[in-house]
Structure formats: structure tokens, C-alpha cells
């Protein structure tokens, strides 16, 4: 288990709110895996043009489906009513690969091009997806033209800072700890993991709802969150390494009650292995913790437990245990076990 790289590079999100001060390009494009921050940005600009009892005479959003070439022509050259400039948001647009062949003809894409380079100063044009092709022409005519950013996955750093806004706007406050154990919890800075700002804001609200205090607390978190798959996967695994293989079973039939693919739970058990092995490796190597954390990319928090379950092993039973795990893989691809009994008695051997 890896977690994600974190990018030096300023957010997509603190660049847009200084080029709104600066002055804006036009049209804008706005794509990335968080679209809770691709959704917000849009919004922000939405403000910041149109008044609020203005906004449905000057702010249109074209589905994918309604967005032809000749309808964001028609919204865009309508002329803004009492207002600074008119807001065309195209959502879903086909950015990427086939999908744009899929929405527009060769000439059509053409004609789009084309008229991106001439938009109207009363309009400003959106366009927001959640990948994109830049190989593209569609995709460098609108950088020419306007400007694009990208709302990738946010650091350790601005997830904590996040996290605080998010509390402080209900009136509520967290330390330190609880916040790190929230973001460990989540999984948010995982690699693998699928869980994003918009699950991350539904969690918050389900803690705000839980606790009745001021103040958050770990009691709080574990009450209230779930956490994802992988959390659940790392406390089973948790749970097997102390011996607590009853936890682990419920940890298991949990998942599996919930409809998780079992060759998912098979790949996520068999990195978290991969983790302690590789922790395991490193301390015999004399490598401090900090140093394991930079060298496996994974959160301290997990890196701490992996740890701390690597002395329960030698490295010989850990190499034993991840090949436990392919062989059970391939017993359920070939049918000679079913896939919940091959993984209790996998939990059951380890």
C-alpha cells in the first residue's frame, strides 16, 4: 500500500481564486479527479459575475447531452441581463479520447474551436469534465484561448486545513490527533483509494450530526465514520496480527455483506502485507520512521501499525503469508473454493 505523491505545485484551487482578483481568461476549463472542487470553483466564479436574483436569466448549465456545438453558440452570445457578464457552464464536457468524436463530428469540433477564439466579453464560458485528452486540438485551443485547471487530489496539508474550515463553519474544533486519525480513517491519502472530498464532506456532516459538543473527539470519529474499504481491510488485518481473528471475521463478513468484490479485498489485504514486509525490511535496515514513511509513501499513522505489527513476524512468515494470498486468488479463479470460504480460511490460517 502506497500513498498518494504529494505535487509542489500550487493547487488548482488557490490559483483560481488569485487569477479572480487578476483578471480571468475565457473560456475557463475546469477537470480533475476531486469534482467537489471542480463543482465549487464553477460556483465561485458564478458568484462573484452574477447577482443571486439574477441567476436564471444569466447563469445557464448545458448538460452533455444538450451541449451541442450550436447550443453553447446560442447561450453565449445572449446578452447579460443587469449584470456584469453571463455564465455558460458546459458540464461533462467530452474532453477526452473518443468521447469528444462521440459528441462532435470533425467539422463540429472544428466550428467549436473556432468560436472559442472570438467568445463574446458579456460571456464567460465554463467547460468542466472529469479527465481530458490533452493531445487534443479541442483541448489546446481552449488553453490558448482561456485558461485550464486542474483539480487534482489535495495534500496532507490542505486536507487538514479542509477538515478545519469544514468544523469551524458548524462551530466546531478538533486537535491535531483527531484530525490526522480522521484523514488515516478515510483513507484520502491512499493511492488505491476511491474516497474523495465529496465522501470526505458527507463523513464531516455525519460526525457534526453525531456530536452534540463543541468539540470533536476520537470517541466522535470512531462512532460516527466508517472509514472505506481499505481502512476496514487495515484494522482486520489489525486485528489478525493480535490475534483477534473473531474481529476479523466480523471485519470480513462485513464487507463481503456489503457487496465489496472479493478480488479487491484479496489485492488491498495482500498490499497492507506488502507494507509490513517492507516496514519489517527497513527497521532491520535501521531506517527511523520518518525515513520508512518517505521511502514507502504511506501515512504515518500507517506506517506506525505496520510497525508495530512487523514484530509479530519474521520475514520468512510475512513472504509465507503474501504467497497464502496468491495461491487463495487462484484456487478461486479456477473454482475449487468459493470465494467466502477461501477467504475465511484465509483469515483463518494466518
Known amino acids: 500500500m502506497a500513498t498518494r505523491t504529494q505535487k509542489t505545485k500550487e493547487h488548482a484551487f488557490k490559483r483560481i481564486q488569485k487569477d479572480l482578483k487578476e483578471g480571468l481568461g475565457n473560456p475557463l476549463f475546469f477537470y480533475g479527479e476531486e469534482q467537489y472542487l471542480v463543482r465549487w470553483a464553477a460556483d465561485l466564479i458564478v458568484e462573484h459575475y452574477v447577482e443571486p436574483t439574477l441567476r436564471q436569466l444569466n447563469c445557464s448549465r448545458l448538460e452533455r447531452e444538450a451541449a451541442t456545438v450550436e447550443a453553447i453558440i446560442e447561450q453565449c452570445e445572449t446578452l447579460p441581463m443587469l449584470s456584469e457578464k453571463r455564465v455558460v457552464i458546459v458540464e461533462d464536457f467530452p474532453a477526452g479520447g473518443e468521447s469528444i468524436k462521440e459528441s462532435y463530428t470533425e467539422a463540429e469540433e472544428k466550428a467549436l474551436i473556432e468560436y472559442l477564439k472570438e467568445l463574446p466579453d458579456s460571456c464567460l464560458l465554463i467547460l468542466t469534465a472529469d479527465s481530458v485528452d490533452k493531445r487534443r486540438k479541442l ?43 480522521m484523514i488515516a480513517m478515510s483513507g484520502y491519502m491512499d493511492r488505491q483509494s476511491d474516497y474523495t472530498l465529496y465522501n470526505l464532506d458527507n463523513d464531516i456532516k455525519k460526525l457534526i450530526a453525531h456530536c452534540d459538543d463543541d468539540v470533536i473527539r476520537l470517541s466522535d470519529v470512531a462512532a460516527a465514520l466508517s472509514g472505506n474499504t481499505e481502512t476496514y481491510v487495515f484494522d482486520m488485518i489489525n486485528s489478525i496480527s493480535n490475534n483477534r481473528k473473531d474481529e476479523a471475521l466480523l471485519l470480513l463478513h462485513n464487507l463481503l455483506a456489503s457487496g465489496e468484490n472479493v478480488y479487491r479485498l484479496l489485492a488491498l489485504i495482500c498490499s497492507h502485507y506488502e507494507l509490513i514486509l517492507m516496514v519489517k525490511e527497513m527497521r532491520e535496515e535501521g531506517l527511523s520512521l520518518g525515513e520508512i514513511k518517505t521511502a514507502t509513501g504511506a501515512h504515518e499513522y500507517r506506517v506506525k501499525i505496520a510497525g508495530e505489527n512487523s514484530r509479530l513476524y519474521s520475514v520468512d512468515q510475512l513472504r509465507r503469508i503474501l504467497s497464502c494470498c496468491f495461491d487463495v486468488e487462484k484456487n478461486i479463479k479456477t473454482g475449487l473454493l468459493d470465494e467466502r470460504l477461501a477467504l475465511e480460511m484465509l483469515i483463518a490460517n494466518l
Open 139 to 181: 483541448y489546446k485551443a481552449i488553453s490558448a484561448a482561456g485558461a485550464c485547471y486542474e483539480f487534482g487530489r489535495l495534500s496532507e496539508s490542505e486536507i487538514r486545513s479542509f477538515i478545519q474550515k469544514r468544523l469551524k463553519q458548524w462551530g466546531k474544533t478538533a486537535a491535531a490527533g483527531v484530525i490526522s486519525h
